[in-house]
């Protein structure tokens, strides 16, 4: 039946099979995904993206956050086209990087210097790598269940990691300071950071806003004790603001890790820090062979760009709460409670009374074959090219989907 | 006086350091180079690259790698263009990552699987995690001075480093049995890997090929041992043969790690592997933001077809000796003995009788100033583009320099 409906996929599969172990990997694998989603991708524009079989979707996860602006977006294309044309990598970085630094340091609020890589992962590491060089300590606090990255002291697998990877973290629970404060005692006079993200959006979970008095509290505590506070904002940085996901808090990280959609797909990474770990930053050598490339800072500049100049954030809000209304409304119309949670640019869609995940399954499978792409069991991401046309059309075919799970498990 | 010359590059390094934690980082910081090295860079072509001054240079770093067939290579070029009308970063990856792990399978002896990464890091970290999740055992043999990767567990600078990081790694001496022996014996039954380089690149160093009795033995062991023997062929691979570095030797590692080289320039890394190994790597979670974007696969592509139709690696082979040999004739002829050693298309230059290393500098120092790029302590990179004009032309201005270091230091 998929085979009849992706045989391009099926015959990627098997020939993947062959040369990949598992024939995929990571995130991109849609291996715990419902039957039915494309493992292979052609092309793609917008919000729309087509599967090596020529179906088309809306798509809602954005390559799990890169694609912020759009696929394709002009502006980016254009700088990144103006880059190509003078070269991409050389034995140092071109003036694109300084000029993206200034940039960052003047419109997040907490930064004053950056520091550019590639993976999330480079930056969550490197951020406990200048805590730990600054403070001489070694204990992390980290929030249970979060995901800070992929490589052996932070990836969800323990398949290949050994006792010494996280012998120094302490885990709490989000916006719960007790379970902090107990993981600060516990860490006694070693506590390098408190590592936390900027509203809980872990896997299977309903999503949590940080409770301002929670975010307040870190601050205090870091404060108190000397420790860093750092901000994984790989996921979320520049969908809520341009200012850094905690200002609209009034609360400051030293350290801030993003990722994902700066340069709107283009590869990169960034540490913003404060002032007082200038110089444990510069003691530490971190680097990568394409870290000083042009192109993608190129972008990342245009990216930043259009995120001021054309309001794409409010974009996204208005795209995100049409959708999420829309949800709602075929929700209760079917007789089928959900719960929405989190930012609407960032949102989490899961059922009541479905303690297996079976209706959610079912949800994005039928969107899926209808050419809707959701997730069934991570947050979404919204993207600036989600028109109101897009969304609407969108809806008309999840309301299809909410009749399917209804046909399958009552309402 | 180096104000005069480069005025751009002066006022560009006073602006990084109010942005950038020491106003740079990493392998591109010049920090440690004569003065008079450009820090930012404006554009290139071919092996030729030009400074935010406009000062041309005739280029013997090469990205420190990425540049294997010239900068802007035309049918790179072709390659990402088609790919990026089409699309870079989806949901999941296109045909091109089946594509170039089937090339790779092809064409890697060893090679039964790939697995696609970003940084060189990423995927000596993942060959080490899965010699780790294969054998249920901790212990990893590095060579000593060996360049890794710059994560906590092997980045050169001890700072933000913890006793956790490499609490299971053991120390031996290149190209000698005996001291791998050594820590054999004290890993016990706790070998997980030996991990080690084609030949010797350590920096300020002489470079060594590898011995093939050395090779052999370090297979011999591992075959005792059931550990998994894991070449770091990030700095050196595709640039002295596309069979593998060690294929020659006959000798086939159970890992391979490749990059920097592999899509001239364009943002790839790759793990090779034997069948055996497929699934202890499936258990381990490796991601990351930018891992299958069709793009820098797409310019890996295109890249192994260069090397492989228009016989990429001869045409280094013979630049690097007409370069070695002019250098070397230099020498003599100035009275300054210096050691050339290591493949001609990865050469390393030192003098004899320069414990503090001030007549390389002086060398490096006297050829950047007349627009040929050298390296005082690193190994040089060779590139498909240096032309037998090209070489002769940087001999013409490494004589002049030559003259100096004599003048300076007496002959």
């Not at 205090?220 to 200002?247: N, Y």
Request: aromatic letters at 8%; hydrophobic letters at 40%; charged letters at 25%.
């Amino acid at each position: 039946m998929m085979q009849q409906r992706n045989p391009e996929d099926a015959a990627l599969r098997e020939r993947a099979r062959r040369v990949i172990p598992a024939g995929m990997y990571g995130h991109g694998n849609v291996a715990m995904l419902p039957e039915g989603y494309p493992q292979f991708f052609e092309r793609g524009h917008g919000c729309r993206i087509v599967d090596v079989d020529g179906n088309e979707y809306i798509d809602f996860m954005c390559g799990y956050g890169p694609n912020l602006l759009g696929l394709g977006h002009p502006k980016v294309e254009e700088a990144v086209d103006r880059q190509r044309r003078l070269g991409n990598c050389f034995n140092g970085p071109t003036a694109r990087m300084v000029e993206l630094a200034e940039l960052y340091v003047e419109t997040v609020r907490h930064a004053d210097w950056a520091l550019f890589a590639k993976n999330g992962t480079d930056v969550t590491t490197a951020c406990v790598s200048i805590a730990r060089a600054e403070t001489g300590r070694r204990k992390v606090l980290v929030s249970s269940h979060a995901y800070h990255g992929a490589a052996p002291w932070c990836t969800p697998s323990s398949a290949g990691v050994v006792d010494g990877d996280r012998a120094h973290l302490i885990y709490y629970e989000y916006n719960d300071l007790a379970s902090v404060e107990e993981g600060v005692a516990a860490a006694g006079d070693d506590l390098a950071a408190i590592l936390t993200s900027p509203f809980k959006h872990d896997a299977f979970m309903d999503e949590e806003l940080a409770d301002p008095a929670f975010a307040r509290g870190l601050r205090r505590i870091c404060d108190d004790k000397g420790a860093a506070l750092i901000l994984d904002d790989v996921r979320a940085g520049f969908r809520l603001t341009v200012g850094g996901s905690w200002e609209p808090l009034g609360v400051d990280p030293d350290l801030t890790a993003m990722s994902k959609a700066i340069a709107n797909g283009y590869p990169l990474a960034v540490v913003l820090g404060r002032e007082g770990l200038r110089d444990a930053t510069s003691r530490i050598y971190l680097t990568g062979s394409f870290w000083y490339s042009a192109v993608p800072m190129a972008a990342a500049i245009a990216t930043l760009g259009v995120l001021r100049e054309e309001d794409a954030i409010a974009t996204m809000e208005a795209a995100g709460s049409r959708f999420r209304q829309g949800l709602e409304a075929q929700s209760v119309s079917h007789g089928l409670p959900i719960r929405q949670t989190g930012p609407v640019q960032l949102p989490m869609l899961l059922f009541e009374n479905d303690p297996g995940f079976e209706k959610v399954r079912a949800l994005a499978r039928e969107a899926v074959l209808r050419g809707v792409y959701l997730h069934s069991f991570h947050n979404m991401f919204m993207c600036a090219a989600h028109g109101e046309q897009d969304i609407d059309e969108a809806l008309e075919r999840t309301d299809e989907a909410f009749a399917c799970v209804r046909r399958e498990f009552g309402g």
